[in-house]
Every structure is written in structure tokens, then in C-alpha cells.
């Protein structure tokens, strides 16, 4: 038990997993903020919450260089803090939105379901042009299927895709290493 609490103990990990439940709270909150003015929380403007995962690693590697790293850091704390902070966000606000829309407000999954549905509908001609007709007809019993509990693997995988640019420029541009090693 005491080599796992030392595994978790380590600063890198242990930072990581804070502001990861971090990001996923503040990402839960704008989407209750989202949900209390009235616009539906899952449709377009959801995607503004991956800002909040970009200014939350920023904030873990500014924080782990300056607390741990003693103004050092290596590509390899970088990319690690911001995957586990981005990963652990996703998973976390998925399971948080998943809950809300199983247990307090089922009404805004079926309200982004048929809003789903309306778009397709709304532009079935150009569907149909690019798609044809069998793959515009499998494209609505797609939306037809969405459960609530795909919302979870949505979130993380879309998450994850976003992820994979500004988690390598972010640490890129907090990398610093001590070079006096290598002019010896």
C-alpha cells in the first residue's frame, strides 16, 4: 500500500491529477452555466470548453516548472502534465454531464438529439448530393442510436483529437533544460 501512495506522490503525477479534476469541474460548471441561460450545453457551444483545458495546462506546466522544476523543465513533464490534465478533464466532464443527464434533466440529451436531427434534416439535399441517399439514411439512424453513455467516449476522444497540437506547442514552450551539463 505504501509503494502505491508513493507512486501518487510524486509531484508530477500528483499535480497532474489535480488540475485534471480541475479542468473537469470547471468544464462541468460551463456547461451548468450553458444549461441555466437556456442555450443547449451540448450542441456547438460545448466546444468552447476546451479552453478551459488549454488555459488549465498552461497553468500546470507554469506551476510545475516553478514549483518543482526549480524554472526547469523537460519536453517529456511537459507533454505527460498536459495529457493527464486533458485526459482526466474529458473523462471526468463526461461522467459529470452523463450523471446530470441521467439523474436531473434528461430533457437536454433528447433536446440535442432532435436538434441533431433537425440539421440533417434541414439540409437532406446537400446530404444526399455528397453522401447519397443509403449513407444519408444511415446517418439518421446514427443520431437515432446516440445513448447518453456515449457522451462519455465522445467527450474523451474528441478531447484527445484536440489535444494532440497545444499539448506539444505547450510544452515546447515551457521546455527549459540545463545545458551547463552538456558544456562540460
Known sequence: MKTILDFFGQP??????????????????????????GVTPLGNHKVLDFGIHLI????????????????????WEGLSICYVVNTLGA???????????????????????????????????NLVKELGAAQYANLLKGV?????????????????VLAVLPVLIISLVFRKQDYAVINR
Open 12 to 37: 508530477l503525477l500528483r499535480l497532474s491529477l489535480l488540475f485534471g479534476v480541475l479542468t473537469g469541474l470547471l468544464c462541468f460548471v460551463y456547461f451548468l452555466a450553458l444549461y441555466f441561460v
Open 144 to 160: 437515432d442510436a446516440i445513448r447518453p453513455a456515449d457522451l462519455i467516449t465522445d467527450e474523451l476522444s474528441k478531447k484527445t
Open 56 to 75: 488549465v495546462m498552461v497553468a500546470a506546466v507554469w506551476y510545475y516548472r516553478k514549483q518543482y522544476g526549480n524554472g526547469l523543465l523537460h519536453l
Open 91 to 125: 473523462i471526468l466532464t463526461g461522467w459529470l454531464i452523463y450523471g446530470f443527464i441521467e439523474w436531473i434533466d434528461p430533457s437536454v440529451f433528447t433536446n440535442y438529439i432532435a436538434e441533431m436531427r433537425q440539421l440533417i434534416l434541414s439540409t437532406k439535399g
